[in-house]
Antibody, heavy 122, light 111 residues
Framework: QVQLQESGPGLVKPSETLSLTCSVSGASIGSYYWTWIRQAPGKGLEWVGYISSMGGTDYNPSLKSRVTISRDTSKKQLSLMLTSVTAADTAVYFC????????????????WGPGTLVTVSS | QSVLTQPPSVSGAPGQRVTISCTGSSSNIGAGHAVHWYQQLPGTAPRLLIYGHINRPSGVPDRFSGATSGTSASLAITGLQPDDEADYFCQSYDSSLRTYVFGSGTKVIAL
């Protein structure tokens, strides 16, 4: 059974860096793409970015200058870093296993963590 | 504001059929990019419901079905049940924005 669990500080000050970890069990990190998605309170879903099975990354253009996704295969963990945060970055952050469809894309997300709420406030 | 537009809510009596639309444009659904659907129960993570326009993952009842035509997609729920009360999101890719996009979300209400 694939399970994902996000963790990290629930409160981050404006202008600081948001850092989250996603622990994965039941699947090999090196065999799949993994995606971070966020959801502001009462709002819709926003794709943040992904890390591929080969370790390459792709990010939402609106966040690209501030976001970094990485992985530690030995620890079975994914990481998300978002710099210079503002109140607009307040959201529940989800990590999700990603299935690549192929040329007709886009990928879809078949297993999700429960999410972790990050509030940006002084 | 999402580039994939969904009605804020749809409602139906238990046992009825409801349909959720996902309206896009020539840079996303109309460009042939696949559409996927997710169900989000209150306070939980989204759950994959439909992938590749019409395919159901194992464990998803056949009461849920997807379709695509032109620049729009739709999700149908037949035999509506109280447990189907949730938010539903469509997802695709937008070539102009060069990003994966989600619909604005639809709340399904079982009357």
């Amino acid at each position: 059974q694939v399970q994902l669990q996000e963790s990290g500080p629930g409160l981050v000050k404006p202008s600081e860096t948001l850092s989250l970890t996603c622990s994965v069990s039941g699947a090999s990190i090196g065999s799949y793409y993994w995606t971070w998605i966020r959801q502001a309170p009462g709002k819709g879903l926003e794709w943040v970015g992904y890390i591929s099975s080969m370790g390459g990354t792709d990010y939402n253009p609106s966040l690209k200058s501030r976001v970094t996704i990485s992985r530690d295969t030995s620890k079975k963990q994914l990481s998300l870093m978002l710099t210079s945060v503002t109140a607009a970055d307040t959201a529940v952050y989800f990590c999700a296993r990603t299935q690549v469809v192929g040329p007709t894309g886009p990928p879809y997300f078949d297993y999700w963590g429960p999410g972790t709420l990050v509030t940006v406030s002084s | 504001q999402s580039v994939l537009t969904q009605p804020p809510s749809v409602s139906g009596a238990p046992g009825q059929r409801v349909t959720i639309s996902c309206t896009g444009s020539s840079s996303n659904i109309g460009a042939g990019h696949a559409v996927h659907w997710y169900q989000q129960l209150p306070g939980t993570a989204p759950r994959l419901l439909i992938y590749g326009h019409i395919n159901r993952p194992s464990g998803v009842p056949d009461r849920f079905s997807g379709a695509t035509s032109g620049t729009s997609a739709s999700l149908a729920i037949t035999g509506l049940q109280p447990d189907d009360e949730a938010d539903y999101f469509c997802q695709s890719y937008d070539s102009s924005l060069r990003t994966y996009v989600f619909g604005s979300g639809t709340k399904v209400i079982a009357l």
